[in-house]
């Protein structure tokens, strides 16, 4: 009878080995541009969300410079674009699955608009697929980035804003030294869930042909027939991948829980 | 210590919320010369916390001006000395307007050394050295120097706002904002910060304060402005001011607090 897991099935895919070195490669590469995508797109809408531009403001005033009592040109004199932009991305981007995502980036954006130079990078990360799969996924994740950064930045008592500036500093050198160190280290935990949330879900990325983790337990099921043990190692190699990540992530939050409660 | 020399020049200050439904400065004119201890009393929601707030632009006015150093700090625009419409740099006037305020506002994820560093190093591009030297020196002179590497969590209230008061020292301002700077602390602290604060005015620093300390209005003040429903009713120099108060608001006011 058999067994749910058979030890010699490992012993058959053990030759594959390589082929999860290479997936477990891609799929960290993957994740690490992602991540530097997402935070930075992440910075820029959050940026953007919180702007105070109005450029309709004028509208707002009257003649003699009142603010009006109501009406179509105080809601247009309210009107800030980049603060919409950036809002109606981040709902577009959290409201459709990733999967759809990917599809459009990948045969829509880079299939039909733009065409990719085809060259393989370390002799097995395929630029013309890994590339799409990067710009899909740090999209994505910039989307959910953007609004844990929001809610950071906004937690931040409005008084430290005041003492920066009142001390001379810019709004650039305000958000750069007392705001971000604080935001985010009070959104670490938050961040280091969207992080090990990236790692797992690059998963998706198999299926455009990007030869991660997943990709590997496929190559492996379709040349031996085995599936349970190649799930098996991926499962070990996504854990071992992620566990470290939130772990080591914990471990800045409490080096940089210094000037807290002691 | 009092000057001829005019530093700030509020003209019909006004600040309106809800379209001016509420007006919480309706039309303040005051000046303030340098080397001036003026301290601003009032009952809550007088506005003369708002007031105090205007005068560096923490609160944007609706109307009216003030005039610092003969600049128009409420304007976006302002003519430079070529004659040129230049934008104003309102961070350049700001660095010489220190303000303290009730809660301290300390960066917590600063030591005391770094809090009072910070922007001398980054704005006024001072090496670091010579910001941490002068930041040991003040902090010496208000008993704080075995503080320097600690958090401001670690701090007392009354500590924490001696911190505040020699952090803002550090930008060399020409004048000295204090709103309300003893009110979230607990008694026993109040005196501390009121030292630093008559030891600031004996040296000639031009201070504006919104204070309920009336000891220290009376004492250190060398002119007493009560404000009310966002109007400045009555300005004397303090013994005038307390012992023959002329409004009735004002006479109102006094009776309850002394």
Redesign the interface.
Same mark, same amino acid.
């Given at each position: 009878m058999d067994s749910f897991i058979q030890l010699a099935n490992f012993s058959k895919i053990a030759p594959y080995g390589r082929l999860f070195w290479q997936g477990m490669a891609v799929t960290v590469l993957l994740s690490f541009f992602t991540v530097a995508i997402g935070f930075v797109l992440a910075l820029l809408l959050a940026t953007m969300r919180l702007s105070k531009v109005y450029p309709l403001g004028f509208l707002g005033t009257d003649r003699e410079g009142r603010l009006r009592d109501g009406g179509v040109l105080l809601t247009l004199s309210r009107f800030n674009p980049l603060s919409f932009l950036a809002t109606a991305y981040v709902e577009l981007l959290r409201s459709t699955p990733v999967i759809v995502q990917v599809f459009i980036i990948y045969y829509g954006v880079f299939g039909a608009l733009v065409t990719l130079p085809k060259f393989t990078i370390f002799g097995f990360v395929k630029f013309e697929r890994f590339f799409p799969g990067v710009v899909a996924l740090g999209m994505n994740s910039g989307a959910y980035l953007c609004e844990i950064i929001r809610s950071g930045i906004q937690s931040i008592d409005g008084g430290q804003t005041e003492a920066a500036r009142s001390l001379g500093m810019t709004q650039g050198q305000n958000m750069r030294f007392i705001i971000l160190p604080q935001a985010i280290k009070n959104i670490l935990p938050a961040i280091a869930n969207e992080f090990v949330v990236i790692i797992k879900e690059s998963a998706i990325t198999y299926t455009i042909g990007v030869q991660d983790i997943m990709s590997a337990v496929n190559a492996v099921r379709g040349a031996t027939f085995i599936i349970i043990e190649p799930l098996l190692v991926a499962t070990a190699i996504y854990f071992c991948l992620c566990f470290p990540t939130s772990k080591l992530i914990a471990y800045f939050e409490r080096r940089m829980s210094r000037g807290d409660k002691r | 210590m009092a000057t001829n020399d005019k530093l700030i020049e509020v003209t019909d200050l006004k600040k309106?919320y809800n %379209?001016?439904a509420i007006k919480a400065l309706d039309g303040i004119t005051a000046d303030f010369y340098r080397g001036d201890v003026a301290v601003i009393i009032g009952p809550s929601g007088s506005g003369k916390s708002t007031f105090l707030r205007s005068l560096?632009l923490?609160e944007e006015p609706t109307?009216g001006s003030i005039l610092f150093d003969g600049v128009d700090i409420t304007k976006k625009k302002v003519r430079d000395a070529s004659g040129r419409m230049v934008r104003l740099d309102i961070? %350049?006037h700001?660095?010489k307007?220190?303000?303290v305020?009730q809660?301290f506002?300390?960066?917590?994820? %600063?030591?005391i050394l770094e809090n009072m560093t910070?922007?001398p190093i980054?704005? %006024?591009k001072i090496d670091r050295a010579a910001a941490e030297e002068k930041a040991i020196a003040l902090l010496r002179r208000v008993g704080l120097e075995y503080r320097a590497s600690a958090?401001?969590?670690?701090l007392s209230g009354g500590q924490k706002q001696r911190v505040?008061i020699v952090?803002?020292l550090m930008?060399e301002p020409e004048v000295m904002l204090f709103d309300e700077p003893t009110s979230a602390l607990d008694p026993e602290m109040v005196g501390e910060v009121l030292d630093v604060m008559r030891e600031l005015a004996r040296e000639g620093m031009t201070m504006i304060v919104v204070t309920h300390e009336m000891g220290f209005a009376r004492e250190v003040g060398n002119r007493v402005l009560f404000m009310a429903d966002g109007r400045l009713l009555e300005e004397n120099e303090p013994r005038e001011l307390f012992d023959h108060p002329r409004h009735p608001r004002l006479q109102d006011f006094l009776s309850k607090v002394l």
């Open positions: - | 309106y %379209k001016g560096n923490m109307g961070d %350049k700001r660095q307007m220190g303000m305020f809660h506002n300390l960066f917590p994820h %600063k030591t910070l922007a980054q704005v %006024k958090y401001p969590i670690q505040a952090r803002a930008m």
